[in-house]
Every structure is written in structure tokens, then in C-alpha cells.
């Protein structure tokens, strides 16, 4: 997750343009038969699920919420959860909240190592997977098992003129030591960075003051300076520059920390083999004694999230390595290039700022470019393929987000067994892909996970839903992802009566249990399984303009997306000799179809997508021995308005059910009561309505449009469940369900938190306000007294609880309910 940079780089291509070999890391892998894929598309199996970061908020985490988290998870759809520990409240680092309930509760605290165990039983018995990041917070790889000394490290110098032509006594001062400003200083008063302590001597280094140096003028004299930084040197003639040589710890810190770990843990040192073997012993042992009985079947990865640790350009041997690598010593280089340039040596440091040398004259180019690279060899070599090497010891995999950093993300999403790359919600196409699509394909990489949907309060305040969803997710396949981890599921630990709950900052789009729309969403989750289904399968063919060509032995797979705003009607595949059939991942359902033909070497498929609208087009080599559901073409068609009253229950996520007839459909937030006004939940919509024998008999059926409806409708006819309505048009047959004369009709509508939210900011709040944090909300900064105590909150008129608050008094509704206007499409089929 990145917080440094906002916007993304956009794409609105038409279709999806990239797929893998069927190889993962190195491990063969032969893709399912038509036949098998054909009988897991209604409902994919667990492999094929999307997956969920799965924050838990500092010393905020219970076994009841743990298993509450889980069976949701399981219920629907989802496959597995990463487990993050972070701050608990975060805002672009940690902020921690006060009077957190369960203090104690600290990071592998007896508690917390109850709570894992716990988290792997659970897990193992509904199935899922889980992983674990490899450090506390999200970025990057350290933790309070680094100290200092094994942290990261920067390379510092002092310079003093000096007059040759006798012996210099003077002291050498010691370098300016490195600072470190994290994400936090954007908010924290009178902040102040991190400052290093600790140095360590590298050399002493002297340089002749005269226009025209090389490598060979500059003369080393580490051993006429002692221990005290006492330098007595025989100086020959002349002005020399003296550039004393040393390392010191960049401060760099993982972030946003458990409360208890902050100040008191340290991203390892990325160059050093010795630090990074360290590290991932103290990661994995631990691991290994408490819930090793779960590694490589439930527990089966290790994450690492993109860089946020900012520059390191020494380490203790990077002398020796780089004369290994390059052939020469680096040290009269860096001296030649602060002399020629006049540039002090870096030390201010930061988690988005990257001091690297840089320089304009031509003469250190290449010197400038070893420099790097020897960096980036390092950071591959002793920091993430050490960390690759043992988690395979330990029978995990890494996932890892490679990018961002000083080193090639090419290189990284090699190591990575799962490269991961990462889109945020929008309404546009917005997607990080970087190198490891690119390395997928050239490598045999079967899987590129994505770190899926993470938001901003620009498109997420606990007013985004399925529908407004799909557009992203569908760009994230087009980028060429094809294992999504939804960014967040955050854990609730409290009783249920206090939400929407924990979240994570303003950060993320707020899939949880607590989530209005979290049950029917399953159909959503289910879209995304079948979409993951066919697109981990098989070889990816390139050169095929307008959509995603994969190849089995048994088939061409094309997945195709309009995203255009008008009706695409045709669409040409590179195929000879093969009859299409269309795979709706949205209805789970196989057509035959005849509209396509044949015209040289491409077949020509109507498909008549609207906008978002997607299918995936697949070309058996062979007739499939699986059920296709025959091609729907209609005769004729008549609309019949459904009017009159409803018979609507409302049933509030924080309150009592009620009540209403309503003589005809309107938008809630328009109405004058406030317990339709600020309304969030779910409303049961009810009426009958009658179906003439006529219109039942074969070669005909009947569909129900809902019209416009916010934000998901699930269907029920007469008792029985229907389906699930999450994707405009929101139309679905009810033809199976239906029988001659009175029917009846219910529509479970449910919208999202945000109109109780605002309800809720017409009250006073009962709880002292923190940061204000203008566009982005403001946060609670104490847990109150009356939650602590579990007693009845004082402003009565509030409902939810949460600890980050997206919206204000006047902040304008949003649309709610059943607009309609609903009918029947009556269809005389052929």
C-alpha cells in the first residue's frame, strides 16, 4: 500500500491485454478441463476465491471477533485473509487511539499468540487461508527484534581543509548523522525525525584541491586518524580536502506500528545477508514453535507490502561487494564525486524520499550507474532472495509487492513466488501493474496477485458498493491481475452492537462483516471467483487486440469488457474452426450462441455488452461433455408497469424494524422522517402481482427490471430465494420461480452506512474528537468511558460507532431505496 503518491496512472483500454504460462514458481501446473472448469463456474472453489487484508488494529483483537471474521469470510466467499498488525488508528502512519480497552494485549504477547492459534484452528476448519505480513505494519521488513545496529544504514562524511607540506594535527569531526521523517510527520505538531546515535568509522580519504583529479590523486589514510577522530598526517604540499568516511543507521521504521512497538522496532538492513538471515529466523521461529503445525496447509505465506523505507546506500560490507561486483573501489569515486560536485553526503532520509547520488557531469555516469546497480544486487541477492530462501525452508511462500524502492522491480517480482502489484478504487481504471505482469509472462509466474481496491475518501466513505465497484475490479483483471486481496476486511473485536465499527484510518474500501451490503455481496465475491477461475488457467497468447486470449489444450478462453459508454455489438477472435459459447461470470450461467461468424482467419461474435458489462467468450477444441444452457433469442417482447403500493419493512442495521406503505417508490433520503431520511440497512420490499397461465407456458418468460435502485436488491418469488441484483440493469428472470394467478413479490433492498452516518452528525458526539483532518474526516481520539464501561451511550440520537468519520452535519445524503420504475419484461422466446 502506498500513501506517498495519490495518482495513479490510468488506463481505459477496452479489454484486457496480458496473461502467464502455466508454470508457478518453477512448480508444474497443468490448467483444468473444460470439463472441470464447467462444473466449479457456478460456484468456485476455494483456490479460486479473492482473498482480504486483515488488519488487526493494535491491541484491539478477540477470539470472538476472530471467529465472528471468519465465518463471515466463509460465508461470503471469500478464500483466505493476510493478517496485518498496525497501529490502532492509523492516518498516513500510526496515530494510536487512547484508552484502548485491552492494553495489554501487545504485539506476541502471550494474548496475541492465543489469538494466532486461535485464528489457524478457526481458520482450518472453514477452509481458508491465511498469511501473515512479514513485519508489524504494513511496510516493509524489520520489526523490535532490529535493533540499530542491524538496521538500515546510510553512508556519512565530514570534510576539513587542510595545508599540506607538513604533518596536520587536528580532529576530525564526525559526520552529521542521519535523521529519519516518517508518514507521520504530516500530522504530528512540532515533530521532530528520527535521529541517529550510532556511527561507525569507515575510512579517511584526502583529495588535492586542483581542477583536474582522477581516482589515482586521491590517497586513503585511515590508520593516521585514531579512535578519538584525531587525524596526524604527513600532508604532502598543497590544499587538500579531507573527507572523513563513516556509517550510521538511516532510523528507518516500519510503520504504522503497534502502539507499544513505536520507537522501539527497525526495518532490517536490506544489504546485509548476516541482518536479513536474522530477521526472518526471528520472524519464522517464533511462528514455527507456536503454529507450526499449521505451515503449508492453513498458515501458507508471508506478505511483504510495497517499499516505504526509504533510501539505504551502505552497509558493512558494501566495500567488499562492490569491488566483487565491479571491479574497483568505490571510495575514491564517492570522494572525486562530492569534490567535483560539491556535495555533502545525504542525511536526511524519509519513507517517500530517496537520496541516491546524482549528478549531471558525464564523467561519473558510470560510476553513478554501478552504484545503483551494486545497491540493487545487494538488496536482491542478501535482503528479499535470503528472505525467499528461508520461508521455502519453512514451506511458505512470499508474496510481495516489489516496487518502489531502490532496487529493479523486474528483478523483485522474479524472487516473489506471487508477484503482487496493486489498483485503488476509482472511477476510472487506475492500477499499479509495474514489472511483475512483464515478469510473469517471461518467467512462468502462473499468479499475479493484486492488492485490490484500496481507497481513498474520494470513492470510499462507507458509501461505495458492488456496483460502483465492478469497473475497478474488471480494470484490475485488465491489467492482468488474477488473484485479488480485497484491501481491507478490519478485524472487529468489540460486540455487535458498535458499528460499522474499527477501521483503518480514512484508508480502504470497507469490506467487514459489518458491511450493510457484506451478505449479498457473496454474489459479488462470486463474480470475481469465476472471473479468477478461468483467468489462472492456461497460456497467455499475445497479439489479440480487444481482449485477453488464454489457451488450454482444450480451449480459447477471451474475457472482454466494455468500457465504453454506448453498446459494443461485435467482437472479432483470432480462432478458425471452433463454435463459440459465452461464460456469463455474472450469472454463472453457459450459452450456446449462433450470432457469430466466420470471416478469415477470425470469428465474429455479437455480443451486445453495455457499459462494464463483461463475458468471457470461450472456444472448445471439442463438443464439452458439461451442460450448455440453450441460446436465448426472443420474438417478442412486452413491458408491463408493475404499479400500485409496496408493503416495505425496514430493517435498520442499529434499530428496531418498522413499518411503511408506500403509494408509489421514492428515494429515502428524500423523505421528511428521519428514520427514512438517514436510513442504512436493509428494507423488504412486498406486493402481489398476477401471472396469467398463458404467460407460463414454454418458449416464454418473464423478467423482472427493478429500474433504478440503491445499492443491492436481492430477490425472493413466492418464498423462494431468487437471486442477487448487484450490477446494472438490474433485471433477472423470475420465470422458474413464478406460477399461474397471485405471486408473491419481495425485494430486499440494502444501501450503504453513509446516510446513518450523517444521521448520527445532527447529534453531539459523546466522545472527544482528535484530528480534524478536513476533506479526509476526523478521528475519535479516545475510546469513551461509557464504551469501556458498556453502558448506555449519552447522546441518544447516535447509533453507530467508529473511530474514523467521514462525513459532517451538512454533508449532502445520498440516494436510497427502490426508484424503480419496476416492471415485467414479458419475452416470447423462439
Not at 535493533?147 to 544504514?153: A, L, V
Not at 552529521?176 to 521523517?181: A, C, D, Q, V
Not at 548476516?274 to 520472524?283: A, F, I, R, S, V
Request: proline share 7%.
Amino acid at each position: 500500500m502506498r500513501h506517498q503518491t495519490m495518482n495513479r496512472g490510468v488506463k481505459t483500454a477496452f479489454m484486457i491485454l496480458l496473461f502467464f504460462p502455466a508454470v508457478v514458481s518453477g512448480q508444474s501446473y497443468t490448467p483444468e478441463t473444460l470439463r472441470s472448469l464447467a462444473g466449479k463456474f457456478k460456484q468456485p472453489t476455494g483456490e479460486y476465491r479473492p482473498h482480504v487484508w486483515w488488519h488487526w488494529l493494535g491491541s484491539n483483537f478477540s477470539k470472538e471477533g476472530i471467529t465472528k471474521d471468519l465465518e463471515a469470510m466463509k460465508e461470503t466467499g471469500i478464500g483466505g485473509a493476510t493478517i496485518f498488525n498496525i497501529s490502532s488508528s492509523v492516518q498516513e502512519s500510526h496515530y494510536p487511539m487512547e484508552n484502548n480497552p485491552w492494553p495489554e494485549q501487545t504485539f506476541r504477547s502471550e494474548a496475541w499468540w492465543e489469538a494466532l492459534k486461535h485464528t489457524m484452528k478457526e481458520a482450518k476448519r472453514l477452509g481458508l487461508k491465511i498469511g501473515l505480513h512479514g513485519t508489524p505494519g504494513y511496510a516493509t521488513t524489520g520489526g523490535p527484534w532490529i535493533t540499530e545496529e542491524r538496521g538500515m544504514k546510510a553512508l556519512v562524511s565530514s570534510k576539513t581543509v587542510v595545508e599540506g607540506g607538513k604533518v596536520v594535527d587536528i580532529v576530525l569531526p564526525r559526520p552529521e548523522l542521519p535523521e529519519f521523517t516518517g508518514y507521520d510527520s504530516r500530522y504530528v505538531e512540532n515533530y521532530k525525525p528520527w535521529k541517529a546515535v550510532k556511527y561507525w568509522d569507515v575510512t579517511v580519504v584526502a583529495v588535492p584541491d586542483a581542477a583536474d583529479i582522477s581516482a589515482d590523486d586521491i590517497v586513503e589514510i585511515p590508520d593516521c586518524m585514531d579512535a578519538d577522530g584525531r587525524l596526524t598526517w604527513q600532508a604532502p604540499a598543497g590544499k587538500w580536502i579531507v573527507y572523513r568516511y563513516g556509517y550510521a543507521p538511516t532510523m528507518a521504521h516500519p510503520h504504522p506500528l503497534p502502539d507499544d512497538l513505536i520507537g522501539k522496532a527497525w526495518e532490517v538492513d536490506k544489504m546485509s545477508r548476516e541482518d536479513n538471515t536474522y530477521h526472518w529466523q526471528q520472524l519464522l521461529e517464533p511462528l514455527k514453535e507456536q503454529i507450526g503445525e499449521h505451515f503449508g496447509e492453513t498458515f501458507t505465506y508471508i506478505w511483504v507490502d510495497s517499499y516505504e523505507s526509504g533510501y539505504q546506500n551502505w552497509t558493512p560490507g558494501f566495500r567488499k561487494e562492490f569491488i566483487r561486483i565491479k571491479g574497483y573501489d568505490p571510495i575514491p569515486w564517492i570522494a572525486m564525486y562530492q569534490y567535483r560536485n560539491n556535495k555533502e553526503m545525504e542525511c536526511r532520509f524519509s519513507a517517500w524520499y530517496s537520496p541516491k547520488l546524482e549528478s549531471d557531469l558525464p564523467d561519473f555516469q558510470v560510476f553513478l550507474k554501478d552504484y545503483d546497480d551494486v545497491v540493487n544486487r545487494l538488496f536482491m541477492d542478501n535482503g528479499f532472495a535470503v528472505g525467499r530462501e528461508m520461508l521455502h525452508k519453512y514451506g511458505l511462500k512470499l508474496y510481495w509487492e516489489p516496487y518502489e524502492g531502490p532496487f529493479s522491480n523486474y528483478e523483485g517480482a522474479m524472487i516473489a513466488d506471487i508477484p503482487v502489484g496493486e489498483f485503488w478504487s476509482s472511477d476510472k481504471i487506475v492500477y499499479e501493474s509495474r514489472d511483475a505482469l512483464k515478469v510473469a509472462v517471461e518467467f512462468n509466474k502462473r499468479i499475479v496477485a493484486a492488492e485490490a481496491l484500496t481507497g481513498t475518501p474520494l470513492f470510499s466513505r462507507y458509501n461505495e458498493d458492488p456496483a460502483f465497484l465492478k469497473h475497478t475490479v474488471d480494470g484490475g483483471y485488465a491489467s492482468g491481475y488474477n488473484l485479488y486481496f480485497l484491501h481491507h476486511w478490519v478485524h472487529q473485536p468489540f460486540d455487535d452492537k458498535y458499528q460499522p465499527g474499527m477501521g483503518m484510518g480514512w484508508w480502504g474500501t470497507h469490506f467487514s462483516r459489518f458491511q450493510t451490503w457484506i451478505k449479498p455481496a457473496q454474489a459479488f465475491f462470486t463474480y470475481m471467483s469465476r472471473c479468477q477461475l478461468l483467468l489462472q488457467q492456461g497460456d497467455y497468447v499475445p497479439g489479440t487486440p480487444h481482449s485477453t486470449h488464454r489457451r488450454t489444450p482444450e480451449a480459447d478462453i477471451f474475457f472482454v469488457i466494455n468500457m465504453d459508454r454506448e453498446v459494443r455489438n461485435t467482437y472479432a477472435f483470432p480462432v478458425k474452426d471452433r463454435v463459440p459459447e459465452l461464460w456469463d461470470a455474472y450469472r454463472g450461467v453457459i450459452r450456446k450462441t449462433s450470432k457469430w461468424r466466420r470471416q478469415g482467419d477470425s470469428v465474429y461474435v455479437d455480443l451486445n455488452l453495455g457499459k462494464d458489462e463483461s463475458m468471457f467468450v470461450v472456444f472448445p477444441a471439442k463438443n464439452g461433455k458439461y451442460d450448455v444452457l440453450p441460446e436465448i433469442d426472443v420474438l417478442k417482447r412486452t413491458t408491463v408497469p408493475v404499479n400500485g403500493s409496496w408493503k416495505v419493512t425496514f430493517r435498520p442495521k442499529l434499530d428496531k424494524p418498522f413499518n411503511r406503505t408506500f403509494p408509489s417508490l421514492v428515494d429515502w433520503s428524500k423523505q421528511k422522517e428521519d428514520v427514512l431520511k438517514y436510513f442504512s440497512g436493509t428494507a423488504k420490499y412486498e406486493k402481489e402481482i398476477h401471472i396469467a397461465a398463458g404467460d407460463l407456458k414454454e418458449g416464454k418468460r418473464i423478467m423482472l427490471d427493478l429500474g433504478e435502485l440503491h445499492d443491492i436488491a436481492e430477490l425472493e418469488i413466492n418464498g423462494k430465494d431468487a437471486g442477487v441484483l448487484w450490477f446494472p440493469p438490474y433485471t433477472g428472470d423470475i420465470t422458474p420461480y413464478l406460477r399461474a394467478g397471485m405471486n408473491k413479490i419481495a425485494v430486499y433492498i440494502t444501501n450503504n452506512w453513509a446516510n446513518r452516518l450523517i444521521g448520527d452528525e445532527q447529534y453531539p458526539a459523546d466522545f472527544e474528537w482528535g484530528q480534524d483532518r478536513r476533506e479526509e474526516g476526523h478521528a475519535m481520539k479516545a475510546f469513551p468511558d461509557w464504551f469501556l464501561k458498556n453502558v448506555p451511550r449519552p447522546s441518544k440520537g447516535r447509533k453507530t460507532f467508529n473511530i474514523w468519520y467521514y462525513y459532517r452535519k451538512d454533508s449532502p445524503l445520498y440516494p436510497a431505496g427502490l426508484l424503480g420504475p419496476v416492471r415485467l419484461i414479458k419475452e416470447d422466446m423462439k
